[in-house]
């Protein structure tokens, strides 16, 4: 899977968004070791608190699909326009539970050629 199908099918997940109180778009697409991708879009709560990132609806539909094996994920944020989207720690911490920090890459697109790679210990360097 090339990494700009992965930020498109991002793109394409923030149009799933629920967030009427930030107005801020998020998807993900979450790439598992035997290829399969499962999307996710960030879900807002009137108590704020409940609120789901894009990064973790992706990463607990996989697991409780019993998918928990990764190698990337690609992000992407944006009020309008999809702009470059960077996770959160909440997000890194999952990502550091299931994923290897010095082989699973995080890639934050604005679009399908405009995009940024990680691996996930850079992200989270210190990590718990
Ligand atoms: N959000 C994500 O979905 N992923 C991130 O990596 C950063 C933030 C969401 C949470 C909230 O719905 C909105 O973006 C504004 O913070």
């Known amino acids: 899977?090339?990494?700009?199908?992965?930020?498109?099918?991002?793109?394409?997940?923030?149009?799933?968004?629920?967030?009427?109180?930030?107005?801020?778009?998020?998807?993900?697409?979450?790439?598992?070791?035997?290829g399969t991708v499962v999307t996710g879009c960030n879900i807002e709560n009137r108590a704020y608190g409940p609120t789901n990132c894009a990064e973790r609806t992706a990463f607990f539909k996989a697991i409780s699909e019993g998918n928990s094996s990764f190698s990337a994920i690609a992000v992407s944020g944006g009020n309008d326009e999809p702009e470059i989207c960077y996770p959160c720690g909440v997000c890194l911490q999952v990502m550091a539970e299931f994923c290897d920090p010095d082989k699973f890459q995080v890639i934050c697109g604005k679009s399908p050629d405009e995009y940024e790679v990680f691996i996930l210990r850079e992200m989270l360097p210190k990590m718990f």
Do not use: W
């Open 1 to 34: 899977m090339e990494y700009s199908d992965l930020v498109k099918m991002a793109i394409k997940a923030r149009d799933n968004s629920y967030s009427p109180y930030s107005g801020y778009k998020v998807g993900a697409a979450l790439l598992c070791k035997d």
